[in-house]
Structures are given as structure tokens and as C-alpha cells.
């Protein structure tokens, strides 16, 4: 127990600094509070390898080799050059993330949320120049706050498979300066916490302030990571005031649920302060999106191929496959209906943007489904395996 | 004993995952982590030639802006990693300092100031 609470902390205290360092730069602090903030950050990274040495020793292990893997790899794939990391090299350089409302260089959305970006200028600050390997290490060191709070959920066998869950679905997207990953790993964990804190109403964990103000952090985390973290924690929020009503109890939660609503301003003040400054591609919200979609709305063949794309991803049916299995031993009817209302809520959004996109249609699935599935995936394999937690084999 | 070996399988399963990520899905390069944090480390891996070449040459004239030819500005490879690797240095469509490819025809309002293996940098 004292050891999870030291977990919990560590996480806390994490995303914590991740969203000051944002703050930091979003007030235009001074530079050395910044890296004293990010020397914070490495610090307690350092006890949590530290302070309990064998413990939790896989996690430690693991991501020491994400690590060196990153140190290793140049950044060459397209988005992370020409988006998260080119908005990075522009904090770095120009030192306030309010340097987009130029538009200079449109091609990398100057609109998108820049909390990942903000960390990696950080990271590039301390070391005083930027190159084209270390800053999206950052990118890397934003998984462990929701990697060490599971720890505290499960048992070592488990963590063991949960780790494996994240190599499996996340793979590369740990090193390699795309934010999907972070995505989907933020994403699942905001609906773990919204799980044990607002719709479980048994859930030990339900009054601990310690847990509200972590789900504070990382609902606020997911938002500002990427656009589609605002449309995933949107579906999060609808999900579990559709339940708490079916419920009746929503009262009993209401003041939780408001609290937890306030993580979504910090990235409703960045969109605000990017469209009154005409600042964005507006690839979606725009005059045109009843010209995209309705041609495409009538035409079967559309539906398939959406559907080709997002469901006959092999790790997406594997991870269906497991999620089924684990309520086919352990029946658990709240969360089934929790997690598969969020799917089915979520893939009803990737549906209506997909066929509302402005470019060709086969192009954009080729290019974005694998990445944006991988939330849904990850959520599906993590609750098919929490839901087995207390599961034994009786003889 | 059961669960000693159930951690067993999920270590090794671990480690074959993180395997065939460094081997196959990484671009992993030994000599870019013996030096990860020198200010050119990679570069060579993760840019066209001609990027490259066209951020030392601004660096060496010690421009504040730069122009691309119309052949450049087409591919979307080069214009977007020369905009994003030449950074602060600005791409500016009306900088008079333009770069051309080394198989174009530089206009007769063009100076060339210096040929390069894969540019030209002209003042127009």
C-alpha cells in the first residue's frame, strides 16, 4: 500500500510537471524556470527508478531499452518531422508556443495542440541546441506517468501482460516522435479513471482526491496531445453522463464530473486564441464539410471501406477477440457497457469525419486509420485484462 | 512455481516484441547513438541530400530568408524539409536569395553566387 501510494504521487507529480512546463511557456516564464521545471521532472523520474530499486523492475527495464531505442533513431517519418517536432524546433527557437499565429509554414497545422512539442523544446533548451534525434525523447518520457500508475492495479503477472499490450499496440509509436501513441495510451487510462471514479460506485478508489486531481491531469494531457484527444475525451464525458442518468445517480457525481470538465479549457483557450487569429488548416470544420459528405453518405461502397480499414486492422481484432473472451469467463455488465458504449460512440465520430473529409477518401484511411484505431484497441485489450484481475482458475 | 514461469513467458514475449521493434520497426542507427546529442547526429539518416546541402549553404552566407525554384517548391519532400530543417532561417517566396536544383536552368534575372553538388544559390 505504501508503495502504490509512492506511485500514485510519482504520477501525479509527473503529469503535473508535464502540464506546468506548458503553463511555464504558455505565460512566457523565464527560460531557467523552465529547466529547472524539466530537471524536476528528470529527478523524479530518477526516484521512481530509485527509490524502491526492485521494484516494479520490468516497467524500469523495458523503457531503459525505449530509451536507447530512441537515442538511436533519427527523426524521418513525415508527421513527426513536419508537425510535432517542426512545432517544437519553433518553441525552441522562438521561445513561446504563441509563435504560430504567424502561419508560417501551414503545411504543419499551426493550430495543434503543442503539449508534447512545449516538452521536447524544453529538453532541447536544457541541452542547449537542437538536433534531430534527442528532443522527441520527451515524446517517450509522457508514457510513464499512465505506465507506473497501472502498476498499482495490477498484479505482477498482469502488469507483465499489460506491459506486452503496450508493446503490441504501441510499438514504434514510443520512440518515434508520433503522439498516437500517447493518444491512446492517455486516452484508455482517462477511461479507466473515469471508470473507478464516477461509474463504479463500489470502487474504492471513488473519494480519493488523489485520483481526481491525476484524472484532472491526464483529461487535460489528452486534450492538448492532439485533436483527436478533445473528440475522445468529449465521448468519454457524454458516455458516463448517458450512464449516470440511466443510473439515476448522477447528482452523486455531478460536482466530480464539473470539476473534471475544467480540464478541457486550457486546450478550448489555445483553439480560441489559433481561430481569432486565423490561425489553422481547417481540414474538417469548414463551408465545405456538407459538400464532402453528403455524396459520400449515400454511397454504400464508402461504409465498407471504412470499415475494411478500421475493423480488419489485425490488431484491432485481436484486441476485439480478447475484450470478448474476457467477459465471456468474467461477466461484468457495467463495464462492458462502458467500454463498448465509448467504441461505439467513438467509431460513429471516425465514420462521420472520415466521410467528411476533404481528400480522397481512400488516401486518408491509408494514411490515419491504423494510427487512430490503436485508442480503441489499447482500450479494449487494457479492460479485457482489468476485468480479469481478480479472475482464478477454479480446479 | 505456475506463475513463475506464466512471468517467464510474458518477459521473454516482452523482450521478442521489443526485439522485432528495434530490428525491423525502429531505424535504429549505432553510429547516431554513439553521439545522440552532436548537433548534426542523424541528420544524414532522416534528410534528402539536397536539404541538407541547402541549410549549410544559408548557414555559410549567413541569409535570414530563402526562396526555392519552382521544381523545388513541387516536391513536397524537399520544400517541406527544407522549410522545417532550415528553421529559423525562413523560406520567404519573396527573398531575392533563390535555390535551384543542379539540373535547372537558372533565369536570366538570377546571379548565380554559388554551385553546389546538388544546388545552385542565386540572388534574383
Redesign the interface.
Known amino acids: 500500500m505504501q508503495i502504490n501510494n509512492l506511485n500514485e504521487k510519482i504520477t501525479l507529480i509527473l503529469s503535473f510537471l508535464i502540464l506546468n512546463n506548458y503553463l511555464f511557456l504558455s505565460l512566457s516564464f523565464p527560460s531557467i524556470l523552465i529547466k529547472i521545471n524539466f530537471l524536476t521532472l528528470l529527478f523524479i523520474i530518477l526516484v521512481f527508478y530509485f527509490k524502491n530499486l526492485l521494484e516494479n523492475p520490468?516497467l524500469k527495464i523495458?523503457f531503459l531499452?525505449?530509451i536507447?531505442?530512441s537515442?538511436?533513431?533519427?527523426?524521418?517519418e513525415w508527421d513527426p518531422?513536419?508537425i510535432w517536432l517542426?512545432h517544437a524546433?519553433?518553441i525552441f527557437?522562438?521561445n513561446s508556443i504563441f509563435s504560430v499565429v504567424d502561419n508560417?509554414?501551414i503545411?504543419?497545422h499551426n493550430d495543434y495542440p503543442t503539449l508534447a512539442p512545449a516538452l521536447a523544446a524544453s529538453l532541447a533548451s536544457l541541452?542547449g541546441?537542437w538536433?534531430?534525434?534527442?528532443p522527441k525523447l520527451s515524446f517517450s518520457l509522457m508514457f510513464l506517468p499512465p505506465l507506473i500508475l497501472i502498476f498499482s492495479f495490477l498484479k505482477?503477472?498482469q502488469y507483465?501482460?499489460f506491459?506486452?499490450i503496450v508493446?503490441?499496440v504501441i510499438?514504434?509509436y514510443?520512440?518515434?516522435g508520433w503522439v498516437d501513441g500517447l493518444v491512446a495510451v492517455y486516452f484508455c487510462i482517462s477511461t479507466f479513471l473515469m471508470y473507478i471514479l464516477i461509474i463504479n460506485n463500489t470502487s474504492q478508489y471513488k473519494n480519493r482526491i488523489l485520483y481526481l486531481l491525476i484524472a484532472f491531469c491526464f483529461f487535460a494531457t489528452l486534450t492538448l496531445i492532439k485533436n483527436e484527444g478533445i473528440a475522445l475525451l468529449f465521448v468519454l464525458f457524454v458516455i458516463t453522463v448517458l450512464i449516470k442518468l440511466a443510473k439515476g445517480d448522477l447528482r452523486r457525481d455531478v460536482s466530480k464530473l464539473l470539476l473534471l470538465s475544467f480540464s478541457f479549457l486550457p486546450i478550448i483557450l489555445w483553439k480560441y486564441y489559433c481561430y481569432s487569429n486565423g490561425v489553422g488548416y481547417n481540414d474538417y470544420i469548414n463551408y465545405d464539410i456538407l459538400l464532402n459528405l453528403l455524396p459520400r453518405v449515400q454511397e454504400i461502397k464508402n461504409y465498407t471501406l471504412i470499415s475494411y480499414f478500421l475493423f480488419l486492422n489485425e490488431k484491432f481484432l485481436i484486441c476485439l477477440l480478447f475484450f470478448l473472451l474476457s467477459f465471456w469467463i468474467k461477466w461484468d455488465r457495467e463495464m462492458f457497457s462502458f467500454v463498448s458504449m465509448i467504441l461505439i460512440f467513438y467509431i460513429f465520430i471516425l465514420f462521420f469525419i472520415f466521410l467528411s473529409t476533404p481528400y480522397d477518401l481512400y488516401w486518408q484511411l491509408n494514411s490515419t486509420a491504423a494510427r487512430v484505431v490503436k485508442s480503441l484497441s489499447f482500450l479494449l485489450s487494457f479492460f479485457g485484462l482489468y476485468n480479469l484481475r481478480n479472475w482464478t482458475v477454479v480446479k | 512455481m505456475k506463475i513463475n514461469k506464466i512471468n517467464l513467458f510474458f518477459i521473454i514475449l516482452c523482450i521478442a516484441q521489443l526485439y522485432y521493434i528495434f530490428q525491423f520497426r525502429s531505424g535504429f542507427e549505432i553510429e547516431v547513438f554513439k553521439k545522440p546529442l552532436g548537433k548534426n547526429s542523424g541528420i544524414v539518416y532522416a534528410l534528402p541530400s539536397e536539404v541538407i546541402e541547402l541549410r549549410d549553404i544559408l548557414k555559410k552566407h549567413q541569409v535570414v530568408d530563402f526562396n526555392l525554384s519552382k521544381k523545388l517548391k513541387q516536391s513536397t519532400l524537399l520544400y517541406q524539409r527544407s522549410v522545417e530543417f532550415s528553421y529559423p532561417i525562413r523560406f520567404n517566396k519573396s527573398s531575392k536569395t533563390t535555390f535551384f536544383l543542379i539540373s535547372e536552368d537558372i533565369p536570366n534575372n538570377c546571379k548565380l553566387i554559388e554551385t553546389k553538388k546538388y544546388l545552385q544559390l542565386t540572388y534574383c
Open positions: 520490468f523495458f531499452i525505449i536507447i531505442i537515442l538511436g533513431t533519427p527523426t524521418y518531422r513536419s517542426f524546433k519553433r527557437y522562438d508560417y509554414a503545411f504543419s541541452i541546441h538536433n534531430e534525434v534527442f505482477s503477472t507483465l501482460f506491459l506486452n508493446f503490441f510499438g514504434k514510443l520512440f518515434n
